[in-house]
T-cell receptor, first 112, second 118 residues
Framework: DVKVTQSSRYLVKRTGEKVFLECVQD?????MFWYRQDPGLGLRLIYF???????EKGDIPEGYSVSREKKERFSLILESASTNQTSMYLC???????????FGPGTRLTVT | AQKVTQAQTEISVVEKEDVTLDCVYE???????LFWYKQPPSGELVFLIR??????QNEISGRYSWNFQKSTSSFNFTITASQVVDSAVYFC???????????????FGQGTTLQVKP
């Protein structure tokens, strides 16, 4: 079974803090994704990566950056957290771009 | 532009009832994939099914079945004899094969919250 883990289930941070969300997958997948999920807006793609050290912007990259130094790990960075980044963050991985994406349990981030 | 619409925001049924979740999509691509995911209260999205645009055969997996009709751009999901454990948010998603689809990007619908009462 594919296993995607995220470093925290719940996180509370203050405005202006730098925040790191970590995602690890154990299936040697090349493709990894970061989404945020908000009520009424569904899931929106923030960034994705199709190889180590490669990254591409999704639909809403502003205020975020990512890092992929190892194949199994994809980190989402909030350079200076703001209250409008309070959300559920979901990481996913896929063997190939056409394949199904497997999701982690999510991190519910609150920025106060 | 690609788009996925799940018009039913919330559905409530009593256990053992059958329930159908609707999904309508828009795409200009002739090659695409459709997906259904389940998100239980725990929050993790669980993959249920993938369908490619060239395969219009309906699929059945236990109490779950899917009806794909290209003529109406629909990919509906039916749960037969629903159970309380089926209570979750269900998402339909589209991935195109060209353009932005090369990224593997999924376009999600807004989700349908299904509540199954005992």
């Amino acid at each position: 079974d594919v296993k995607v883990t995220q470093s925290s289930r719940y996180l509370v941070k203050r405005t202006g803090e730098k925040v790191f969300l970590e995602c690890v997958q154990d299936m040697d997948h090349e493709n990894m994704f970061w989404y945020r999920q908000d009520p009424g807006l569904g899931l929106r793609l923030i960034y994705f990566s199709y190889d180590v050290k490669m990254k591409e912007k999704g639909d809403i990259p502003e205020g975020y950056s990512v890092s992929r130094e190892k194949k199994e790990r994809f980190s989402l960075i909030l350079e200076s957290a703001s209250t409008n980044q309070t959300s559920m963050y979901l990481c996913a991985s896929a063997e190939d771009r056409g394949g199904e994406q497997y999701f982690g349990p999510g991190t519910r981030l609150t920025v106060t | 532009a690609q788009k996925v619409t799940q018009a039913q925001t919330e559905i409530s049924v009593v256990e053992k009832e059958d329930v159908t979740l609707d999904c309508v999509y828009e795409t200009r691509d002739t090659t695409y994939y459709l997906f259904w995911y389940k998100q239980p209260p725990s929050g993790e999205l669980v993959f249920l099914i993938r369908r490619n645009s060239f395969d219009e055969q309906n699929e059945i997996s236990g109490r779950y079945s899917w009806n794909f009709q290209k003529s109406t751009s629909s990919f509906n999901f039916t749960i037969t004899a629903s159970q309380v454990v089926d209570s979750a948010v269900y998402f339909c998603a589209l991935r195109e094969f060209s353009g932005s689809g090369n990224t593997g990007k999924l376009i999600f619908g807004q989700g349908t919250t299904l509540q199954v009462k005992p």
